[in-house]
């Protein structure tokens, strides 16, 4: 008796374990380090097959992976439909590697964004020709190729075909046989692979829509900004991990090849998410009650930390005012009608702040698409939002 191998599926972009469960709530495919870490422990050292339709996805999530495969106790083999950007890290971590006749293989460079001065530049591409090192080896280590061979490779954008994959290296031989060889044996692949039309969310804008979609669904502003985030994910304009344009602006499915549905439309398509999407807004509720205690516990203890910079009316009417607000935010406002003493704390706040070297960091994701967010903005907005009463 022939033992069935367990299979494991990869299929669509590779994506943090936080952002996993939003795709499957939309019914998209996507796939997280976690997915396949629960597929090897299912497996329990057993040998598996990985089946791969992936255009790729966030490159340190591959690198997890990566390291998942190399480490299996069981021999593992891997199946490829499409496998390109990050997703070919997981063939090349695989003992073997067999590709569909209809296969694509394609690798590049590390892709990442960032803005600012020469230095900024100069620092981004330095980080990306490192996190250029780390696939360099793992296609090294697969093909035997010199690291000059792979980067001339990377930097073309090189997409390759079964034949060509095979001669590179990359791929060990055909699930099927040679098709250019005659075989009694049919074709038993389900479906032919035209081309990748992933929709693929951006880190960003997937924590956007699960904070969204963890609030009570009767918040008719909510589901508004949900429709209006909804209406903007697009689909990439070629199949590798290119960088998307997302939330520039809704467009229609006619002009843009847009995707909008309402809340009630994604329920409808996946009626077991209504249970899901309720356990998960009860647990929201009693999380975001917990840290409502500790937020508020947080504001007074900042009021109480410059009540004697600013006077006892304004310290009362920020505590429990009707628009009550914390203590950066009076002392901004004090700071604005003239007091002294708040504009002394700023200064402070401000010499506290370059001493501890916090606008040196930054954040961002190579090959996610993402570029360094400024912190002073994300704090100005914040101040206005806090001055106009939201």
């Given at each position: 008796?022939?033992?069935k191998?367990?299979?494991?599926?990869?299929?669509?972009?590779?994506?943090?374990?936080?952002?996993?469960?939003?795709?499957?709530?939309l019914?998209?495919?996507?796939?997280?380090p976690?997915d396949?870490r629960?597929g090897?422990?299912?497996a329990?050292?057993d040998?598996v097959?990985i089946?791969?339709?992936?255009?790729?996805?966030?490159?340190?999530?591959?690198?997890?992976?990566?390291?998942?495969i190399?480490?299996?106790?069981?021999?593992?083999?891997?199946?490829?439909?499409?496998?390109?950007?990050a997703?070919?890290?997981?063939?090349?971590?695989?003992?073997?590697?067999?590709?569909?006749?209809?296969?694509?293989?394609?690798?590049?460079?590390?892709?990442?964004?960032?803005?600012?001065d020469?230095?900024?530049?100069?620092?981004?591409?330095?980080?990306?020709?490192?996190?250029?090192?780390?696939?360099?080896?793992?296609?090294?280590?697969?093909?035997?190729?010199?690291?000059?061979?792979?980067?001339?490779?990377?930097?073309?954008?090189?997409?390759?075909?079964?034949?060509?994959?095979?001669?590179?290296?990359?791929?060990?031989?055909?699930?099927?046989?040679?098709?250019?060889?005659?075989?009694?044996?049919?074709?038993?692949?389900?479906?032919?692979?035209?081309a990748s039309?992933?929709?693929?969310?951006?880190?960003?804008?997937?924590?956007?829509?699960?904070?969204?979609?963890?609030?009570?669904?009767?918040n008719?502003?909510?589901i508004?900004?949900?429709?209006?985030?909804?209406?903007?994910?697009?689909?990439?304009?070629?199949?590798?991990?290119?960088?998307?344009?997302?939330?520039?602006?809704?467009?229609?499915?006619?002009?843009?090849?847009?995707?909008?549905?309402?809340?009630?439309?994604?329920?409808?398509?996946?009626?077991?998410a209504?249970?899901?999407?309720?356990?998960?807004m009860?647990?929201?509720?009693?999380?975001?009650?917990?840290?409502?205690?500790?937020?508020?516990?947080?504001?007074?203890?900042?009021?109480?930390?410059?009540?004697?910079?600013?006077?006892?009316?304004?310290?009362?009417?920020?505590k429990?005012?009707?628009?009550?607000?914390?203590?950066?935010?009076?002392?901004?406002?004090?700071?604005?009608?003239?007091?002294k003493?708040?504009?002394?704390?700023?200064?402070?706040?401000?010499?506290?702040?370059?001493?501890?070297?916090?606008?040196?960091?930054?954040?961002?994701?190579?090959?996610?698409?993402?570029?360094?967010?400024?912190e002073?903005?994300?704090?100005?907005?914040?101040?206005?939002?806090?001055?106009?009463?939201?």
């Amino acid at each position: 008796r022939i033992r069935k191998l367990k299979k494991i599926n990869i299929k669509g972009p590779i994506v943090s374990n936080s952002a996993a469960w939003l795709y499957k709530y939309l019914g998209w495919d996507a796939a997280s380090p976690n997915d396949l870490r629960d597929g090897l422990e299912e497996a329990a050292g057993d040998d598996v097959v990985i089946e791969i339709n992936s255009p790729g996805g966030v490159c340190v999530y591959g690198y997890e992976m990566y390291t998942m495969i190399m480490e299996y106790e069981g021999k593992v083999t891997v199946h490829v439909i499409s496998a390109m950007s990050a997703a070919t890290l997981l063939v090349c971590a695989a003992d073997e590697a067999l590709i569909s006749d209809t296969g694509i293989f394609m690798i590049h460079n590390a892709q990442s964004s960032a803005d600012g001065d020469y230095r900024d530049m100069q620092m981004e591409a330095d980080a990306l020709r490192e996190f250029n090192a780390g696939l360099i080896n793992a296609y090294v280590r697969k093909t035997g190729k010199s690291r000059e061979e792979i980067q001339a490779l990377m930097d073309n954008d090189t997409f390759m075909s079964p034949k060509t994959a095979i001669e590179n290296g990359f791929i060990d031989g055909y699930m099927f046989g040679d098709p250019d060889k005659k075989s009694d044996e049919p074709n038993s692949l389900a479906g032919k692979i035209v081309a990748s039309d992933m929709q693929i969310i951006s880190e960003d804008k997937a924590t956007a829509l699960m904070k969204l979609i963890m609030k009570s669904a009767d918040n008719k502003e909510d589901i508004k900004e949900l429709e209006n985030i909804l209406g903007t994910v697009k689909e990439p304009k070629n199949m590798g991990e290119k960088k998307e344009e997302i939330g520039k602006k809704a467009v229609s499915d006619k002009e843009e090849g847009g995707v909008k549905m309402s809340l009630d439309e994604l329920i409808k398509n996946d009626p077991e998410a209504q249970a899901e999407l309720e356990t998960r807004m009860a647990e929201a509720r009693a999380e975001g009650r917990t840290e409502g205690v500790d937020a508020e516990r947080n504001r007074i203890k900042s009021l109480d930390a410059i009540s004697g910079t600013v006077s006892a009316e304004a310290l009362k009417d920020a505590k429990y005012g009707e628009n009550p607000i914390d203590g950066p935010t009076l002392a901004y406002q004090a700071m604005v009608k003239g007091d002294k003493a708040a504009t002394a704390y700023m200064e402070a706040a401000k010499k506290d702040s370059e001493e501890s070297g916090v606008g040196d960091v930054g954040t961002g994701k190579v090959d996610a698409g993402q570029g360094k967010t400024d912190e002073s903005d994300e704090m100005a907005a914040y101040i206005n939002k806090r001055k106009e009463g939201k």
